[in-house]
């Protein structure tokens, strides 16, 4: 159980404090919300390369790292398809550091063309490291431009390809702050050893003064039903053949969420699920195998990835994987399988709650989602999931015209 | 308000350990107990001397360390898994230079349960032989893909060259070495291994005295003698070597270093700040030159490793194939203006509050801290040692990282590893 209080700055600023003095820390979360879905389909990758840019100074301080090392503190931030998020942590008595580099970069970033010319250098770099230098690297690359052919989660955010990011220039820099950054369009959470008076008067020294923004979003296209079978393939400098498959899958607020989050988990969230057991352990038809959702705000994706063994073909491995999720839409799962899930979920929650930067990142993202409350009514909400609604998700949405799949060969 | 005035910072001066009890089991066992009632969850990690430096050859440490959980006298593999995590425990069996360690974590309402698990796991595992023909041959398949990734093969071979290929900090292990590992290896090193005599417990979380009793019922008995006397043997003196790989071709993964010492050693800590400096987080100078001013990379970084026996120091960062020679040169200048020029005042203050802040979140927590906890003791050291760290650290000064850096940092001094675009 997480308390908290929220409340709003005039500006819009929607902020949420979450007292624990168990901690010497106090952790400071700041939620955009923007990420690559917002982003022109000729100008991909840079929501995450603003995220790199935030760190370039603002307008009264010249380096935003420095300052946060000098007290003791830490931070970094990622950008997804949906947000963009920035978190420090610091020894209490410094918070008020956090407070004055948070909000002059907020109220106004250094637009530097030095600091954007290297981080676009950088961004390229870990676009190499991440994506095009590692085997399978470039997987988001392919199955989302396969999955979705209508909603902009049909790049990664990463960006389509680096000439996305090495072409940006100032002008867009400026516009997109303008935009997205402003005190209305993000969130700000406290978590750790600050009162609830300390935090309002911080937070309204501080911020209180930004002028809020008008964000105007490009509207996002509603990914179409998909009717028929997709599947590509590529070659690549790979070690061995591998398989993804990507089913369409509600959003994060649809009623089937929870459920499908489930139905992943009974096939591999743990070692005794049943793709590590059967496909991995027993009869040694994958070396690695596992499935999982993809968990974004709008409609995501039930994704199911495996590497055969070498004795076995991708044919072969994907006929035992039909094999398996067939099995759960005819015959459901057990009802100690259900249990097991649920008992693991509320154990997962309870070991996440220690954790105040843990905590602060999900009430920032509850209240993305519009429903900060739910954070406290997740153990509920998955205990009251049935062996019938996870049978009926598996059923609705693991099919073959709903499938779109992948497939890596070796040069 | 004037955003142009910065608050003001207060440098930190304590770091404080939280409070320890020491228990020791009706067999010896020392168990350190680091309590919370915040969160009603416990770990509890059980740590052997175990790790390569105990092996007869190679793979026997990892190998045992694995096949623990895969089968024991009451449950199969299958069994135990369910069981695990039914109650949604965990119980990993991991393995290291010199310890290996069977960490349970669970809610406390399962605690009992899950100790019986744990009791399962330690005193009655079975090494089934198909399990193990099993094990060797998804090892060998995982290794085999692990062996495509350049920052893979650059690791692997720095830690070789700086020990040498049949020392135990440094061999290597391929698909094909999995083949001779037998069940009489993983039995002989578990029952010389695994006793009471060479076991360090910790428990941490919302622990109470009906806990440490339960522990002391179930594993306060006698379960053996370590008869395995340590092999470590000194590596061999090597020449300074250079190693250019072929790999992926669009960045070369790049490692560079040499061996140390350890914790013990009394430069041990300014060598540390020294490190902290050059590669140790965000602020530092690698980073700041060759990712923030050139954009050659992504990450760069430095670590100092420290065993039980020994320590090394190195420093790794994937780049540009177009780089990498400019990177190169740029890490020299950095480690030869560390061995010619004092560091400036605010820089080391910076890196000091840095690693002082670090030390804060460390210990942040029971379950953070009794991690921290068993490094000092794993490197022969206590909590009054972390005291004396923290003051070493506080009052490092530029000379002292001076005269490390002339005595520990010559570039000329230092192995290249470089895999990728040649």
Redesign the interface.
């Known amino acids: 159980m997480i308390k908290y209080d929220r409340f709003e700055l005039e500006n819009g600023l929607r902020v949420i404090v979450h007292e624990d003095v168990?901690?010497?820390?106090v952790a400071l979360n700041i939620l955009y919300e923007v990420g690559s879905k917002d982003e022109h389909p000729d100008k991909t990758g840079f929501a995450h390369l603003f995220e790199h840019l935030m760190f370039g100074g603002s307008?009264?301080?010249p380096d935003f790292?420095?300052?946060i090392?000098?007290?003791?503190?830490?931070n970094n931030a990622f950008t997804n398809s949906d947000i963009t998020n920035y978190y420090d942590?610091?020894?209490a008595?410094?918070i008020?550091?956090i407070?004055?580099l948070e909000?002059?970069r907020m109220?106004k970033l250094n637009f530097s063309q030095e600091s954007l010319?290297?981080?676009?250098?950088?961004?390229?770099?870990?676009f190499?490291?991440?994506c095009?230098?590692?085997?399978y690297g470039d997987v988001w690359h392919h199955l989302s431009k396969l999955a979705y052919t209508h909603h902009s989660y049909q790049w990664p955010t990463i960006g389509k390809v680096p000439a996305h990011v090495e072409k940006a220039n100032l002008e867009d820099v400026k516009s997109f702050f303008y935009n997205f950054y402003r005190p209305n369009n993000a969130i700000l959470v406290l978590s750790g050893n600050i009162s609830l008076a300390k935090a309002k008067s911080l937070t309204q020294?501080?911020f209180g003064d930004i002028e809020r923004g008008q964000v105007i979003r490009q509207p996002i296209k509603t990914e179409q039903e998909q009717r028929a079978f997709r599947k590509s393939e590529v070659s690549g400098?790979?070690?061995?053949n591998a398989f993804y498959m990507g089913f369409h899958m509600c959003g994060r607020n649809h009623k089937d969420y929870v459920a499908c989050d489930l139905l992943s988990d009974i096939f591999s969230n743990?070692?005794?699920?049943r793709f590590y057991?059967r496909l991995?352990?027993?009869r040694?038809i994958f070396?690695?195998i596992d499935a999982y959702i993809t968990g974004t705000v709008d409609p995501g994706l039930i994704i199911v990835e495996g590497?055969p063994?070498?004795d076995y073909t991708l044919e072969q491995g994907l006929e035992e994987v039909w094999k398996e999720l067939e099995e759960v839409k005819q015959n459901g799962i057990t009802d100690?399988e259900l249990?097991?899930l649920k008992?693991?979920?509320?154990?997962?929650i309870?070991?996440a709650?220690?954790?105040?930067l843990n905590k602060a990142m999900n009430l920032a993202y509850y209240e993305h989602i519009g429903h900060l409350d739910l954070i406290n009514k997740q153990v509920e909400i998955y205990n009251a999931i049935t062996k019938e609604d996870i049978q009926e998700m598996a059923q609705k949405y693991l099919v073959k015209t709903n499938c779109n799949e992948l497939r890596y060969y070796p040069n | 308000?004037d955003?142009?005035i910065?608050?003001k910072?207060?440098a930190?001066r304590k770091v404080i350990f939280p409070s320890v009890t020491q228990h020791k089991l009706k067999n010896g066992i020392p168990l350190h107990i680091i309590s919370?009632s915040?969160?009603?969850?416990i770990k509890l990690e059980l740590v052997f001397k175990a790790g390569r430096s105990t092996e007869r050859e190679p793979l026997s440490s990892k190998a045992t360390s694995s096949l623990l959980?895969e089968g024991t006298g009451k449950y199969s593999?299958?069994e135990l898994?369910?069981k695990?995590?039914?109650?949604?425990?965990s119980i990993s069996c991991s393995s290291g230079m010199d310890t290996n360690s069977i960490t349970l974590?669970?809610?406390k309402k399962y605690f009992n349960y899950s100790l019986e698990l744990v009791q399962e796991i330690l005193f009655n595992p079975s090494f089934p032989e198909q399990e193990l023909a099993?094990y060797k041959?998804?090892s060998a398949?995982?290794l085999?893909?692990e062996?495509?990734?350049?920052a893979v093969v650059a690791y692997r071979k720095i830690t070789e060259v700086i020990y040498g290929k049949e020392h135990c900090y440094g061999y290597n292990t391929f698909p094909e070495s999995y083949k001779s590992v037998k069940r009489e290896n993983l039995i002989h090193h578990f029952q010389h291994c695994y006793t009471s005599d060479s076991c360090q417990m910790y428990l941490s979380g919302c622990t109470d005295h009906q806990i440490i009793k339960a522990i002391d019922d179930t594993m306060g008995h006698d379960f053996g003698l370590t008869s395995l006397t340590p092999n470590y043997t000194l590596p061999d003196n090597v020449d300074i070597q250079q190693f250019r790989i072929s790999g992926?071709?669009?960045?070369n993964s790049i490692k560079i270093g040499k061996r140390l010492f350890n914790r013990q050693h009394p430069d041990y800590y300014t060598l540390f700040m020294l490190n902290t400096i050059l590669g140790g987080?965000?602020?530092a100078r690698l980073m700041s030159s060759i990712?923030?001013?050139?954009?050659?990379?992504?990450?760069i970084y430095s670590v100092l490793e420290s065993m039980a026996y020994d320590g090394y120091f190195y420093i790794s960062t994937?780049?540009?194939s177009e780089y990498q020679d400019k990177t190169v040169d740029a890490i020299k200048e950095e480690i030869e203006l560390l061995q010619n020029e004092l560091v400036d005042v605010n820089e080391l203050?910076?890196?000091k509050?840095?690693v002082?802040?670090?030390f804060?979140?460390m210990l942040?927590?029971p379950?953070k801290s009794s991690k921290v906890l068993k490094m000092l003791f794993e490197n022969g050291l206590s909590t009054s040692d972390f005291d004396n760290m923290v003051h070493v650290i506080s009052s490092v000064t530029s000379e002292q990282l001076l005269t490390i850096a002339q005595k520990h940092l010559d570039f000329n001094n230092l192995h290249q590893v470089s895999v990728g675009d040649f």
Request: glycine letters at 6%.
């Open positions: 168990s901690s010497p820390l307008e009264n301080v790292d420095d300052p090392q000098m007290a003791g503190g830490e942590v610091v020894p008595e410094n008020e550091t407070f004055w909000s002059d109220n010319d290297v981080q676009k250098k950088v961004v390229v770099e870990e190499k490291e991440t095009l230098n590692r085997p020294k501080w400098n790979i070690p061995v743990g070692r005794s699920s057991q991995c352990k027993q040694q070396s690695s590497k063994m070498p100690e249990q097991k008992n693991k979920n509320e154990s997962s309870a070991f709650d220690v954790n105040i | 308000m955003r142009k910065a608050p910072i207060q930190i919370s915040d969160h009603d969850i959980k593999s299958e898994a369910e695990i995590d039914f109650y949604g425990s974590f669970c809610a099993k041959t998804r398949e995982r085999h893909q062996l495509s990734k350049n992926n071709k669009l960045q987080y965000f602020g990712r923030e001013e050139k954009g050659y990379t992504y990450n994937e780049v540009g203050d910076m890196a509050n840095y002082l802040g670090n804060l979140s942040d927590g379950l």
